[in-house]
């Protein structure tokens, strides 16, 4: 990155007072308000001289009525209350959005991928545009496009098969779904070969790099938290609330207990503030997943019907969703003078949620202090005050998002009868007929259905 390198040294030796150095100083200076060390401070300095491009610094976001009420506190504790105020706001508006159904979610889920994408490729941009070399946002938001087409396309493939049998161009754009994908995806292939300018070649390759991992990480994951709400909104709704949870309870252990620090990455990260906020989020989803558990809005798979042109909430409950006794180990037994307690089934997958939640999950934000370290910059934007940008606040919700997936896929969903139904509805009428005739042989040698009438 010999370009890079040339840029990042004569940047880093200029003194502007908006220059990166600065901002890492301001990001120390707020570290050592809360009494911990800026740790590997010296690593970060030499590194960024070698190749870490300029990058402006974000503005303070922050609403000036705010501003003046809290003008009398320390930084720290001025910190404190516009996260605090931020954070009940964007809970308050989170329930909102749940209650206006699982469409407004979708679209909230698919504005927020585009949000996260738009602040990570602006941080590429600025490194791209200082070379004036052609292309690269332009094709950065086509291939966001066409990733977008292919993972939603297959939603619709999948949970709409009785809208797309009524509708014939549909019906076209989900036979040869993935053949106009990869169409699509070529053509910004051959664009960015194209756009390739002598002398910059590696960069370009560095950009092409950045642009296809941002994809990678923003929306197959956002796609992954579209798949989990349709397996339901419970499934949706506890996982966010639970790195929501631990957000906040690391957060207030850290603050006023914090005095270990956990990790070189994220110094102002203790190790009080983190077990604190695991003990704090397993609690809260256990009691959480039972509150929602006793909701059919809430557990039901999410399907739309083609009659009213809507998503429908309802259904018979699971099984693990419905309550049941369980017999405790003769330790709890004798610790809690109990036998039994009646508990439904998910607030257990509930502790392995709110666990993965609180001890990986944080990892995701580990992750993200790291890149924001190697650019010197404190936050990806400035979009909500106190918090910096959208990934700022959903650095650990991907990861979580995945998680969930991976989960229910393994120990929770079986044969799906809506999907496979869907499926059955897009094919020939004669296939259709060939499984019907063949799933009634079946059920006739189960003894479920009563034998053919031979007809003399």
Known sequence: MTELR????????????????????????????????????????????????????????????LNKALEGLSSRWKNWWIRGILSVTMIIGFFLIIYLGPLMLIFVVMSIQIKCFQEIITIGYRVYHSYELPWFRTLSWYFLICVNYFFYGETVADYFGALVQREEPLQFLVRYHRFISFALYLAGFCMFVLSLVKKHYRLQFYMFAWTHVTLLIVVTQSHLVIQNLFEGMIWFIVPISIVICNDIM????????????????????????????????????????????????????????????????????????????????????????????????????SIALSTFG???????????????????????????????????????????????????????????????????????????????????????????????????
């Open 358 to 456: 609180s001890l990986i999950g944080p990892f995701g934000g580990f992750f993200a202090s790291g890149f924001k370290r190697a650019f010197k910059i404190k936050d990806f934007a400035d979009t909500i005050p106190g918090h910096g940008g959208i990934m700022d606040r959903f650095d650990c919700q991907y990861l979580m998002a995945t998680f969930v997936h991976v989960y229910i896929a393994s120990f929770i969903r079986g044969p799906n009868p809506s999907k496979v139904l869907q499926q059955l509805l897009v094919l020939q009428p004669e296939q259709q007929l060939s499984i019907f005739n063949t799933l009634r042989n079946h059920l006739r040698e189960k003894g479920m259905l009563p034998p053919a009438v031979l007809e003399q």
């Open 6 to 65: 040339k840029r990042g040294a004569g940047g880093a030796g200029g003194g502007d007072p908006d220059s990166t150095e600065n901002i890492s100083d301001k990001e120390a200076d707020g570290e050592d308000r809360l009494g911990l060390p800026s740790e590997g401070e010296g690593d970060l300095e030499g590194d960024s001289k070698a190749d870490t491009p300029d990058v402006p610094p974000s503005s303070d976001s922050t609403p000036q009525c």
């Open 250 to 349: 690391a957060y207030l252990f850290g603050f006023f207990f914090g005095r270990t620090p956990l990790i070189k990455l994220s110094p102002k990260k203790t190790w009080e503030g983190f077990i604190g906020g695991f003990f704090s989020t397993v609690v809260f989803g256990f009691i959480f997943a039972y509150l929602l558990s006793q909701y059919q809005y809430f557990v039901c798979p999410v399907e739309y019907n083609s009659e009213t042109n809507r998503f429908a909430v309802g259904c018979e409950p699971s099984d693990l969703f419905v309550m049941q006794e369980y017999t405790l180990p003769a330790v709890a037994q004798n610790i809690l003078r109990w036998k039994t307690v009646n508990l439904y089934p998910f607030q257990i997958h």
